[in-house]
Antibody, heavy 118, light 111 residues
């Protein structure tokens, strides 16, 4: 069955970097677009970034533009999120989500917690 | 940027009674391809979000038929015909026509 498993979260100081991964299985990875969505403590869901199935078209929320980079490794069926220049307001659970004919979110991972704190 | 506004933000509902959540967009969500990318998600406590409805009114596989979506243009509604205990959680609408934007979320609880 479709499975998305995030990893790489942790505690990092302001200004630091972290790289999240999302391992996909149970479907043909290259045929789908993907998104990263986050949920900060006490707040709602926030779209972060997306990559189309072509692997080259990408979009970023203004809040992370220039600091975060989405990428994929089709040999490993893995989606990644490189996060640089982290700020306290980036503290959140980060989810990867697949995009199907219905748009964002037919499948989600379990999430990985990123805490930015000194 | 497109702003998506949900109401109410809190919704206490007696078991077995109907519930309705409104979602309004600051711009029309009709895409140039003719589709309207308005989805609804449920997030139960401690769980990942789950998509319930895609493109306004299409139920995802496994979603009970007590959930229904409707609307057009800028105004959309999620209805639960008879609330059950397992429906407790936060519900989000999300537009995917102009990049992606989530509503603030509506917390559904049993009254």
């Amino acid at each position: 069955q479709v499975r998305l498993v995030e990893s790489g979260g942790g505690v990092v100081q302001p200004g630091g970097s972290l790289r999240l991964s999302c391992a996909a299985s149970g479907f043909t990875f290259i045929n789908y677009g993907f998104h990263w969505v986050r949920k900060a403590p006490g707040k709602g869901l926030e779209w972060v970034t997306s990559m189309w199935s072509d692997g080259t078209s990408k979009r970023y929320a203004d809040s992370v533009k220039g600091r975060f980079t989405i990428s994929r490794d089709i040999s490993k069926n893995t989606l990644s999120l490189q996060m640089d220049g982290l700020r306290a307001e980036d503290t959140a659970v980060y989810y990867c989500a697949r995009d199907d004919h219905g748009g964002l979110g037919d499948s989600w991972g379990q999430g990985t917690l990123v805490t930015v704190s000194s | 940027d497109v702003v998506v506004t949900q109401s109410p933000l809190s919704l206490p509902v007696p078991l077995g009674q109907p519930a309705s959540i409104s979602c309004r967009s600051s711009q029309s969500l009709v895409h140039s391809d003719g589709n309207t990318y308005l989805n609804w998600f449920q997030q139960r406590p401690g769980q990942s979000p789950r998509r319930l409805i895609y493109k306004v009114s299409n139920r995802d596989s496994g979603v009970p038929d007590r959930f229904s979506g409707s609307g057009s243009g800028t105004d959309f509604t999620l209805k639960i015909s008879r609330v059950e205990a397992e429906d407790v959680g936060v519900y989000y609408c999300m537009q995917g026509t102009h990049l992606w934007t989530f509503g603030q979320g509506t917390k559904v609880e049993i009254k």
